[in-house]
């Protein structure tokens, strides 16, 4: 390509250089939990893969012959080739969505069991669900207040401006990170003709790993019956509650989520998302959510897996365990406080301008941690920094070695 196009994307670039936001895809190889990045051997700190299972040899070993023991006739197909609305709606994803409801359910008192309304719907990624499914209830005729923290994931805050400015009877507003005061000041603000709020939160946040209080969130919801949740359990989805739920299980407040969205890109190590909410409002979404709609349902083979690392997921405690005690021993040494309360595996090192947590990656690279630099627009100006994530592979002692090189 020549002419103005090509100038203007140079010029662009080298700005983006000139302030250290310039982002290249790292050459890297994976062999087992190692990544090789120019001939140099790192330990993984950066990746979503929490539980390790990314590089569980044996478990994919296990998975294939698995695959293998079925007759060809009803082995999962490469690729869906359509919508789940058209030809897409392959056999694995159903099975799939009543065994995500199954395990939803065991975490129910027996009470709530009985009663549960709620149903499964999959589809293809978190960014999916998160920019689809706030547009489709804002086409409801309600008036519709939407809350939300502000430090919530892209995908959500592309999910809201998605609404458009059109839709006249949705508002939108946001409060400060984590600020409980702020919603329910808010909430009480919300003029009598809103007929329902919908506060919009992650659970664990991606960029802060910190947890959003839904304890706090149930009891505003009581108070308010226009109050609806929705949560983002991206990073909390196989890393905390007993069976591997999120924080919501953890906190036993699943019954009081109305849109309890999880993904399988992280802790599953498999690709794909989905929304657990009332039976209806999953017949709204199939029918009225465009990035559901309008997009090629993901391979059977790849739920076919998430259906295989699903069915033990209940039993993997002991990896969820080592993985907050590592956590732990590293968020003591950054927080500089031996009382640190478990969060996450995320651990932010904020480092504040982008050079120094380029150079501090770089320093980390050197010791042998695949570390990345976490700049703006990723999270907000000056507070670039090195998101540490631990996963259930790495040792005592790699986490010891880590802490050594932070504090050097
Ligand atoms: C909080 C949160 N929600 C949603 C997503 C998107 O999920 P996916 O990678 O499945 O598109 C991410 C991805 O990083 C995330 O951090």
């Given at each position: 390509?020549?002419?103005?196009t ?8 080298d700005?983006?250089?000139?302030k250290e936001q310039y982002?290249?895809l790292?050459?890297?190889r994976?062999?087992d939990?190692?990544?090789i990045?120019n ?6 700190i950066?990746?979503n893969?929490?539980l ?11 998975f294939?012959?698995?695959?293998q023991?079925?007759?060809?006739s ?6 869906a ?12 994803l ?8 199954d395990?939803?359910k ?8 009985s ?7 999959v589809?293809?990624s978190?960014y ?5 499914i ?7 005729p309600?008036?519709?207040l939407i ?11 592309d ?5 458009g400015s ?7 507003q946001?409060?400060?990170?984590n600020d409980m005061?702020?919603l ?7 003029s009598e003709d809103i ?7 992650e659970?664990?946040?991606?960029m802060?790993?910190d947890?959003a209080?839904?304890?706090?969130l ?8 226009r ?5 983002d359990?991206a990073?909390?989805?196989g ?6 739920l ?7 407040t ?8 999880g993904?399988f890109?992280?802790?599953f190590?498999?690709m794909?998302?989905?929304v657990?909410?009332d ?9 009225q ?6 997009s090629?349902?993901?391979p059977?083979?790849?739920?076919c897996?998430?259906r295989?690392?699903l069915?033990?997921m ?5 990896l969820?365990?080592h993985?907050?005690d590592l956590?732990v021993?590293v968020?003591?040494?950054i927080n500089a406080?031996s009382?640190?309360?478990?969060q996450?595996?995320i651990?932010?090192?904020?480092l504040?301008d982008?050079?120094s947590?380029?150079?501090k990656a770089?320093?980390?690279?050197q010791?042998?941690?695949y570390a990345l630099?976490?700049r703006?627009?990723t999270?907000p100006v ?5 998101r540490l ?7 005592t002692?790699d986490c010891?070695?880590l802490?050594?090189?932070?504090t050097?």
């Amino acid at each position: 390509m020549t002419g103005p196009t090509r100038l203007s994307v140079s010029t662009q670039l080298d700005n983006l250089k000139s302030k250290e936001q310039y982002r290249q895809l790292p050459p890297v190889r994976h062999e087992d939990q190692w990544i090789i990045l120019n001939e140099q051997r790192l330990l993984n700190i950066s990746s979503n893969d929490y539980l390790g299972l990314g590089n569980e040899t044996r478990l994919q070993s296990e998975f294939l012959t698995h695959l293998q023991q079925m007759p060809e006739s009803l082995l999962p197909k490469m690729g869906a080739t359509s919508s789940r609305l058209l030809t897409g709606n392959h056999s694995q994803l159903p099975l799939l969505e009543q065994e995500l409801l199954d395990w939803y359910k065991l975490a129910l008192s027996d009470e709530q069991r009985s009663t549960c309304n709620k149903e499964v719907l999959v589809v293809n990624s978190g960014y999916h669900a998160n920019i689809g499914i706030l547009p489709a209830l804002a086409k409801l005729p309600l008036n519709t207040l939407i809350l939300t923290d502000t430090l919530i994931h892209a995908s959500l805050i592309d999910g809201v401006r998605l609404i458009g400015s059109k839709n006249k009877h949705c508002s939108y507003q946001r409060y400060r990170h984590n600020d409980m005061k702020h919603l329910a000041a808010l909430i009480e603000q919300a003029s009598e003709d809103i007929e329902r709020i919908i506060v919009v939160t992650e659970s664990i946040f991606s960029m802060d790993g910190d947890r959003a209080d839904l304890k706090a969130l149930v009891n505003l919801k009581a108070q308010d019956p226009r109050i609806e949740l929705y949560i983002d359990e991206a990073h909390a989805v196989g890393v905390l509650g007993h069976n591997g739920l999120g924080l919501a299980e953890e906190t036993q407040t699943l019954e009081d989520i109305d849109y309890l969205v999880g993904t399988f890109g992280k802790a599953f190590a498999s690709m794909g998302a989905y929304v657990i909410c009332d039976k209806s409002v999953r017949e709204w979404l199939v029918n009225q959510m465009r990035s559901f709609i309008f997009s090629t349902a993901l391979p059977p083979i790849t739920h076919c897996w998430t259906r295989f690392v699903l069915a033990k997921m209940p039993t993997l405690y002991n990896l969820r365990t080592h993985l907050a005690d590592l956590s732990v021993r590293v968020s003591q040494v950054i927080n500089a406080d031996s009382n640190v309360a478990y969060q996450s595996p995320i651990i932010p090192y904020i480092l504040g301008d982008n050079a120094s947590a380029v150079q501090k990656a770089q320093q980390l690279q050197q010791a042998g941690f695949y570390a990345l630099p976490i700049r703006p627009p990723t999270v907000p100006v000056g507070t670039a920094r090195i998101r540490l994530v631990m996963n259930a592979k790495l040792t005592t002692g790699d986490c010891d070695r880590l802490i050594e090189q932070l504090t050097s």
